[in-house]
Structure formats: structure tokens, C-alpha cells
Nanobody, 121 residues
Framework: QVQLVESGGGLVQPGGSLRLSCVASGSIFSINAMGWYRQAPGKQRELVAAVHRGESPNYADSVKGRFTISRDNAKNTVYLQMNSLKPEDTAVYYC???????????????WGQGTQVTVSR
């Protein structure tokens, strides 16, 4: 069993910052990629940022220059530093991990439960 748990969401004013964290736990053999998606009300879930092991991160155009994704492989953790937040960044943010579990032996995408980010005055 593999679980991803996010934390760090909340309410922030426009121009403010938040840092999201996501920890993967369970019978993990390896994690190939970790990333963040978001879903605003009435919209489809979209990729925000992702980083594959050993590669440079990639970002949605809408967050380039404002958001930074990073990984701590030793802790099975991915972070999303969000600066200069805008009201249009308001969404539920989901963590995803492409994990090879000890039990399954193949790669599978696991999702966190989501954390709400609200940017408003």
C-alpha cells in the first residue's frame, strides 16, 4: 500500500506565498516522477509542475517564474513553492507520484487527497 499526503494549503492574499508538501509512504521500491496537479471549480484537472528523477522540472506556462517544484528523494517528498499568487491560482492541488511498489513490482500513479489553495483578499 502506498499513500501520498499533502499539506500546506490555505488562504492567502494576492501576491502572497504558500509552500505545499507531499510525502509518499508505504511499501515503496522507487519513485520515478512526482508532481502537482490542480483543479479549479468547473474546470478540468491540469498539470502544474512535475519532476522526473534526474531530470529538470517542467511547469505549466501559467506558473513559470512564480512556482518552484523540488524533491527530497531521501524523504520521498515533493514540494511546491508558490510565490506571487493570483486569484486564478485558486484550486484544489493534488500530488501525484509514479511509484514502483515492493508488492506490485511495476510503476503506478498514486494520488494524494488534495489540499485547498484559495487566493483572495
Amino acid at each position: 500500500q502506498v499513500q501520498l499526503v499533502e499539506s500546506g494549503g490555505g488562504l492567502v492574499q494576492p501576491g502572497g506565498s504558500l509552500r505545499l508538501s507531499c510525502v509518499a509512504s508505504g511499501s515503496i521500491f522507487s519513485i520515478n516522477a512526482m508532481g502537482w496537479y490542480r483543479q479549479a471549480p468547473g474546470k478540468q484537472r491540469e498539470l502544474v509542475a512535475a519532476v522526473h528523477r534526474g531530470e529538470s522540472p517542467n511547469y505549466a506556462d501559467s506558473v513559470k517564474g512564480r512556482f518552484t517544484i523540488s524533491r527530497d528523494n531521501a524523504k520521498n517528498t515533493v514540494y511546491l513553492q508558490m510565490n506571487s499568487l493570483k486569484p486564478e491560482d485558486t484550486a484544489v492541488y493534488y500530488c501525484i507520484g509514479s511509484v514502483v511498489s515492493v508488492r506490485e513490482g511495476y510503476e503506478y500513479d498514486y494520488w494524494g487527497q488534495g489540499t485547498q489553495v484559495t487566493v483572495s483578499r
